[in-house]
């Protein structure tokens, strides 16, 4: 491949390579993994777990983007009991309209939505009292003895998060009083957790996990955006519940990251108030514009980069290159700066985009969503080689795009690339 030599701020020089074409980038890319039979994956439609088409019952009513905190719990609940099922994906409210058709089925427009047997049940708690009755619980059920406390526990630590969170303090006493709150109730969580000799609440992944699931990730993910609180460094039974579940494919094929969720988050919740510390700016930075892991020990996952996750994040980029590339005038280089920055995660190899290309590298590196678009190592690594290509625009290296929005998510409308994700 043929090299040339650029130069830094600092006119050190460089080996740079010019960026492979699309040809060469497509032969580079694997084949998809099966969205049907394969690993839990957030592109799927269909999932049969061995068995015809036939047995399907259930149809999941979900949000496009894998936002939605109860779609994720009814979601892995149907994949931890490997339920056969149909999935439909829903407009939510912060990035667009809901379908017509949805509403016609569901007035309020509530997700998750799910039909069994052509019986449709709104409400994630009742969903999942719905299956147990139909399919069995996934260990002790929803309303077993052993689970309505550690229920009860999870609303009182989401009432703590909120508090914390999604209300503005007036003082540094306020916000210290908060942070003590919250810490009192994740506290409170260890203890139920060092009930037992495994990681989990009871013997064995159970529904008593599943319902902390969807908002202790969000927690660990906004609380460290916004508040610089290391979640699960702060509490080690956490930390290692949080271990135990990403050894679970079905867990990591729903899980999500800090960038992802400290983003989604605002529209859904009505605001999220940062700290606005030293340490919390660095770290929401940090977070938003690499490099990744953000601190060492890593507090986003445990589970280490798949051998094949640039590969992956390449293939996702390929299936979609005709709406990105749509998004750019013709004449604006991001094509071939595209190009440079998948050359990069393939590759390694340092390309330099056409000049002023920073900022389009940027606002893309800004709008990769885990796991809508892809795994939380494959979005890293995506989003590293967008950020290192962009460092090397020779005319404007450190422009950012517009902040993202905060009060809702149409940037993020998902419409243009429903015809290349069937």
Not at 378 to 404: V, W
Request: proline content about 9%; hydrophobic content about 35%.
């Amino acid at each position: 491949m043929m090299r040339l030599m650029s130069r830094d701020s600092s006119s050190t020089p460089w080996p740079v390579d010019l960026p492979l074409d699309w040809g060469a980038l497509q032969r580079l890319a694997p084949i998809e993994a099966d969205r049907v039979e394969g690993p839990t994956n957030s592109q799927s439609t269909l999932r049969l777990f061995g068995q015809p088409e036939t047995s399907v019952r259930v149809t999941l009513y979900r949000d496009h983007h894998a936002w939605c905190p109860y779609c994720q719990k009814v979601w892995l609940w149907l994949e931890e009991r490997q339920v056969p099922y149909r999935i439909r994906k829903v407009t939510m409210f912060c990035y667009g309209e809901k379908e017509s058709w949805y509403r016609q089925r569901v007035p309020s427009g509530m997700l998750p939505a799910l039909e069994i047997d052509g019986q449709l049940v709104t409400e994630s708690d009742h969903i999942l009292e719905a299956l147990e009755a139909n399919f069995g619980p996934l260990g002790p059920g929803m309303n077993d003895p052993a689970v309505l406390p550690l229920r009860r526990l999870e609303r009182l630590i989401f009432r703590s998060w909120c508090q914390w969170l999604c209300e503005p303090s007036r003082s540094i006493e306020q916000e210290s009083r908060r942070r003590d709150g919250y810490r009192r109730a994740a506290k409170d969580m260890e203890t139920a957790l060092q009930q037992t000799q495994g990681p989990f609440f009871l013997d064995g992944f159970s529904t008593a996990d599943l319902v902390f699931v969807p908002y202790l990730e969000r927690m660990a993910a906004s609380l460290l955006y916004y508040k610089a609180y290391a979640l699960r460094q702060e509490h080690p039974a956490i930390d290692r519940w949080f271990q135990a579940l990403e050894q679970r494919a079905t867990y990591l094929g729903t899980q999500s990251d800090s960038h992802t969720h400290a983003h989604d988050l605002p529209p859904q919740m009505g605001g999220c108030y940062p700290s606005g510390t030293t340490e919390q700016q660095a770290i929401a930075r940090r977070i938003d514009q690499g490099p990744w892991p953000v601190q060492l020990p890593d507090p986003e996952t445990s589970a280490a980069a798949p051998d094949d996750a640039a590969a992956v994040a390449l293939a996702r980029v390929l299936r979609h290159r005709s709406v990105l590339l749509e998004r750019h005038p013709a004449n604006s280089g991001f094509d071939q700066a595209l190009r440079a920055a998948l050359t990069r995660l393939i590759q390694g190899s340092a390309c330099v985009p056409p000049p002023g290309c920073a900022v389009r590298l940027r606002d893309l590196r800004d709008h990769i969503s885990v796991p809508r678009d892809m795994p939380l190592h494959s979005a890293r690594l995506l989003r590293q080689a967008l950020e290192d290509t962009a460092r090397l625009d020779p005319l404007s290296p450190d422009e950012q795009p517009p902040a993202i929005p905060q009060h809702h998510r149409r940037d993020q409308d998902p419409r243009p690339f429903l015809t290349t994700s069937r």
